[in-house]
């Protein structure tokens, strides 16, 4: 089993060559020391893992040829993941632990308390793919660009259900044994937490379920973790 995993946005099938940019052929023969004959593992996020074999890597690029799939695609469940960023690298702590816990999408929003007024979404884009590489996964998830709460929540498609973290629920968590299947979506508040007019929208949505991660106040980028996590075990592809 090849012990490096690339990301590439190229089509992958048997015999076929895929081309790597610079810093993808970089890596490869600069930092990983890998020449010419080596193989490593490929995926696109679509097509499942290859195996590929380096036939050029230099400065400005380089190129494969891909031999075999080693792993059928497996995209996660339907789950995505809504949150408030936080400080830059604790943001960049959530996107990655989302990604490995098995989000199909995910989506920083702007809420009431939200500090942050921007995001990199190439940088924590990134971070997704790295994560990506390094679980195993052969699927990313798409980060999307920074948005207010309130907007998102007006388009909302209603077949899709809400698991909204309520730190004013802080005390014994339920099973969440008992969720409906389906698509779903965990939203973490910011350091701040939800406002009242938040917390009076989102009460009074129907597909919205508001739960508790616990008697204690978890930081956002734990409470992330932890919603994820609950919501895999209950009805994910953890079972
Ligand atoms: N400033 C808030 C306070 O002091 O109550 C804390 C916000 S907490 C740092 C960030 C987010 O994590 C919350 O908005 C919520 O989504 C989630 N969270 C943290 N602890 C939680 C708990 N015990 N139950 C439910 N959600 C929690």
Known sequence: MAKIRLFIDHPLAGGQPAELNADQAHYLSGVMRLAPGA?????????GEWLARITAAGKRGGEVEVLHQTA???????????????????????????????????????????????????????????????????????????????????GWDESRRILWADEAAAGPAESLAGLPPGPWAVLIGPEGGFSPAERDRLRALPFVTRISLGPRILRADTAAVAALTLWQAAIGDWK
């Open 39 to 47: 193989e490593i593992a490929l995926f696109n996020g679509r097509d």
């Open 72 to 154: 059928p695609q497996r995209d996660p469940p339907d789950l995505w993941l809504i949150f408030a960023p936080i400080k830059k690298a604790r943001t960049d702590f959530i996107v990655e632990k989302a990604a490995e816990l098995g989000s199909a999408r995910i989506l920083p929003v702007q809420t009431d308390f939200t500090n942050a007024e921007r995001i990199r979404q190439d940088r924590l884009q990134a971070h997704a793919v790295e994560a990506a590489e390094q679980c195993g996964g052969t699927f990313v998830p798409q980060v999307e660009a920074l948005q207010p709460l309130s907007r998102l929540l007006s």
